[in-house]
């Protein structure tokens, strides 16, 4: 058995250029080994600002296993916190969310923390006089976990060490920008919960297929006539109800798919739908246009023309500005993974972007979807699939020539697997990368 | 035969039963059939949610989306079907929370299991379906079938037929 914690020729070589070995998506050892690394070292979405409004408000989430609570300051900044009191480790909320006022209080023995994460008081306190318990980590309060925002969008990285967010990230949060600037008053709120549905594949394949428009016509053809069938009664020039409108570009066939346009980015980021997209088609909103002028100007126009298919905040986001909707995959083993689908209500915009927003989600990304089925299907065929001997690998070869360079902004076609294996390039430089050093994906993140 | 056919609670009991299974013997054409024009399929995702409206539900169909529905597992080329879903309803005796001929509208609530068995695996839920009804050309026909899951708020895998 290969041991790839401590052989990193082994681990270096599940990737060979234009193809995967099927390791990465079966070992378990690889998975734990995914969560002290590549989970630790990544920017991860954690939540959104909208969902704590209110100094004191606060949002748990269980990121990677680990109990993490986002608290909004009495100052307006968010913080975040290891979910678990400094004295015996008991998790100190167990609701979603909620507020907790001027303090945080542990359920167990009483400890006490301000909102800032330190140490407010303790039961009978004398107890403590004389002892090391100032000095240790019990002493310190909350373990606070690295946090960064962008435009409401809260990210932790979960590591003390790594790339900044803004260097991570790079230009993927012009995409960020590009969904809050659908409002009028640049801001998004999330609308209500997300839609939650437990996949049994493991994250990388759904993550994969968010930037595969060449699944589309082959997976989700039937889907896709069904709906024609059911509006094939009306005339051509019928305004199409929003379901249809939604359903109907999934058979838009491969040529259109493949002219969509992709984008590659250092750090496995990617954009499918640089150019068009099967949101592109959507009709106008009576005065949303004109709304946005008044807002930004000249700059309006290219707001609302920019609505690739998804971009990839790699390893575990991935939005669509039109209609805004947002994935967010929380892995729970090698074979199980959490997908989040949130909807955004553009504040100040009519109410029919937000009802496409959670409309898209429905027909897409439910546990009851249809177009979800289709894709549930594949992906637990292919962790069935894998596991067969007589051929280990997966082939990543699409566009995949001789010259294609290793790193950098690379602009591609939509069905060209480069955005595979760029995600790959991240994967092998965040699972590699040595204690001390910056992961970095190639030549291309060192800026 | 009256004129007006004023449905007992035995016959709102009774479409109940028969609703599921349709479902539970893939008579899908026919279960659609059972739905107004203006009917609704829908799945909330907490038991207080008033309206499907601004927030998530897992599903909101209308006809045409039922339509869609059922227009896919017509079709014998769905994957996700091979091999066919099969589902069953288990259900507790509806009781009928109102029953307003005036208005013609008529509500029952059936605390139900339901289990689906695919690729050699049982997923089983539970909750509380609540169907509004009334009577068209002297027939019940469904107004809104609502279906509050148990775990609705959590993560549920794929559903590959209908509660």
Redesign the interface.
């Known amino acids: 058995m290969v041991d790839y914690r401590t052989d990193t020729k082994a681990l270096k070589s599940l990737f060979q250029r234009d193809r995967v070995h099927r390791d990465v998506y079966l070992d378990e050892a690889l998975f734990r080994l995914e969560e002290e690394r590549l989970f630790e070292r990544a920017w991860l979405f954690l939540g959104h600002g909208s969902q704590v409004p209110k100094a004191g408000d606060y949002l748990t989430v269980t990121l990677m296993g680990r109990s993490l609570v986002l608290v909004r300051q009495t100052d307006g900044s968010l913080r975040v916190f290891t979910n678990r009191c400094a004295h015996k480790g008991a998790e100190i909320f167990s609701e979603r969310c909620g507020n907790t006022g001027r303090a945080l209080r542990c359920p167990y023995h009483g400890w006490s923390y301000r909102l800032d994460g330190s140490l407010l008081g303790v039961p009978m306190k004398e107890g403590y006089e004389g002892t090391r318990m100032r000095e240790c980590e019990a002493g310190q309060g909350l373990h606070r976990v690295a946090s960064a925002e962008h435009r409401g969008f809260v990210f932790v990285r979960l590591s003390d060490e790594g790339q900044s967010f803004q260097e991570y990230f790079g230009a993927t949060l012009s995409f960020i920008d590009n969904m809050s600037d659908r409002s009028p008053v640049g801001e998004l709120e999330v ?10 594949c493991n994250w990388k394949v759904y993550l994969e297929n968010i930037n595969d428009a060449l699944h589309v016509f082959a ?1 989700h ?3 896709a ?3 024609r ?3 094939s009664d009306k005339p051509d020039d019928a305004p199409k ?1 929003m ?2 409108e939604q ?1 109907a570009p999934f058979q838009a066939g491969n040529a259109f798919m493949d002219a969509m346009g992709g984008r590659v980015l250092p750090n496995g980021h990617s954009i499918m739908g640089t150019m068009m997209s099967t949101h592109s088609t959507y009709s106008d909103v009576p005065g949303y246009a004109e709304m946005m002028r008044g807002a930004y100007g000249e700059r309006a126009e290219s707001i609302l023309k920019n609505a690739p298919q998804n971009v990839i905040l790699y390893p575990t986001l991935a939005i669509k500005g039109s209609p805004q909707t947002m994935r967010v995959l929380r892995p729970l083993g090698p074979a199980s993974t ?1 997908v989040e ?1 949130w ?1 955004f ?1 553009p504040k100040g915009a009519p ?1 029919i972007l ?2 496409r927003s ?1 409309m898209y ?2 027909i897409t990304f ?5 177009l ?3 894709d ?3 992906f ?2 292919v962790h069935r699939g894998l596991k067969a001997p007589g051929n280990e690998w997966v082939s990543l070869h699409r566009g995949a020539r001789a010259d294609e360079p290793q790193s950098g902004e690379i602009d591609t076609t939509a069905t060209n697997e480069l955005m595979m294996r760029n995600q790959y390039r991240a994967w092998i430089a965040l699972m590699t990368a040595e204690p001390g050093s910056v992961a970095t994906n190639g030549a291309g993140a060192a800026h | 035969m009256n004129a007006v056919f004023r449905p007992s609670a035995a016959d709102l009991a009774d479409f109940v039963y028969r609703e599921a299974h349709l479902l539970d013997t893939r008579q899908f054409e026919a279960w659609y059939g059972l739905f107004a024009e203006d009917g609704r399929y829908w ?1 909330p ?2 038991p207080d949610q008033g309206d499907w ?8 169909e209308d006809k ?2 039922l ?3 059922v ?2 597992l017509n ?1 014998p ?4 079907q091979q091999p066919a879903v099969r589902c069953q309803h288990v259900l507790q005796a509806p009781a009928v929370e109102a029953a307003d001929p005036a208005a013609n509208a008529y509500r029952t609530r059936t605390p139900f299991f339901y289990a689906e068995f695919r ?1 050699d695996e049982q997923l089983t839920l539970t909750g509380v379906v609540k169907h509004l009804l009334r009577v068209e050309a002297g027939a019940l026909v469904i107004v809104e079938k609502r279906i509050d899951l148990l775990n609705a ?8 037929l ?1 509660p």
């Open positions: 609308a209500g919960e997300p839609i939650r549905n437990v996949i049994k997976a053809e039937p889907s006539n069904a709906a069938a059911a509006w109800p379901a249809i359903m959490l689908s909807a209500r109410d937000l009802e959670l989600n429905r439910s546990p009851m979807s249809l979800a089925q289709d549930i299907h594949v637990e065929a | 799945l995702m907490a409206r601004g927030r998530q539900s897992i599903v909101i045409l989306m339509r869609i529905r227009e896919r079709n080329k769905v994957y996700s690729h708020a959590g993560a549920l895998p794929g559903i590959f209908m």
